[in-house]
């Protein structure tokens, strides 16, 4: 199972679409916040399911957070701000290890990020429409395997 991976994309719809179209055949898309609409808007486009949670500049009644099991993985999807992310991963990551998560999925620090807080993948694809530090638009491709689970991020090359 292949997932693609964005977040706070901000109504960027064109660089989204470009990245939609790096990620190459994907299963489905995750998208973790800001701006909902955006992940409805390229669900209509590309055939596959779209899950999305709210982030902190969606002014709109949707879930901030989503437990799936994908593939035997329990996934955690959340925009991060509620975890003060931008301060550090330590609160999400102490709440994944609690939780039993195999992957946490987060963005708004628009600062891309994959690395493993004890056996729970961590992954923040960056920002598909606003990077910060940097002008490199970045998304996230997650492979789940049988007993294989890789994420990376990826430039968004336009």
């Given at each position: 199972?292949?997932?693609?991976?964005?977040s706070?994309?901000?109504?960027?719809?064109?660089s989204?679409e470009?990245?939609?179209?790096?990620?190459?055949?994907?299963?489905?898309l995750?998208?973790?916040?800001?701006?909902?609409?955006d992940?409805?808007?390229i669900?209509?486009?590309?055939g596959?399911?779209v899950?999305?949670?709210?982030g902190?500049c969606?002014y709109i009644?949707?879930?901030s957070?989503?437990?799936i099991?994908?593939?035997g993985?329990k996934?955690f999807?959340?925009h991060g701000?509620?975890f003060?992310?931008?301060?550090?991963?330590?609160r999400?990551g102490?709440?994944?290890?609690e939780?039993?998560?195999d992957v946490?999925i987060?963005?708004?620090?628009?600062?891309?990020l994959v690395t493993?807080?004890?056996?729970t993948?961590?992954?923040n694809p960056g920002s598909?429409g606003?990077?910060r530090?940097?002008n490199?638009?970045?998304f996230?491709i997650?492979?789940l395997r049988?007993?294989?689970?890789?994420?990376?991020i990826?430039p968004l090359v336009?």
């Amino acid at each position: 199972m292949r997932l693609g991976v964005v977040s706070d994309s901000h109504r960027y719809l064109v660089s989204l679409e470009y990245a939609v179209k790096q990620m190459g055949k994907i299963d489905m898309l995750l998208h973790a916040g800001d701006l909902y609409s955006d992940a409805e808007h390229i669900e209509g486009l590309i055939g596959v399911p779209v899950i999305a949670v709210a982030g902190n500049c969606d002014y709109i009644n949707a879930p901030s957070e989503r437990e799936i099991t994908i593939a035997g993985k329990k996934i955690f999807l959340v925009h991060g701000h509620k975890f003060g992310v931008k301060l550090g991963i330590e609160r999400i990551g102490y709440y994944a290890e609690e939780k039993g998560y195999d992957v946490v999925i987060f963005g708004h620090t628009h600062t891309p990020l994959v690395t493993k807080w004890g056996e729970t993948l961590l992954l923040n694809p960056g920002s598909v429409g606003l990077p910060r530090g940097t002008n490199q638009r970045t998304f996230g491709i997650i492979e789940l395997r049988a007993q294989e689970l890789q994420g990376r991020i990826l430039p968004l090359v336009e």
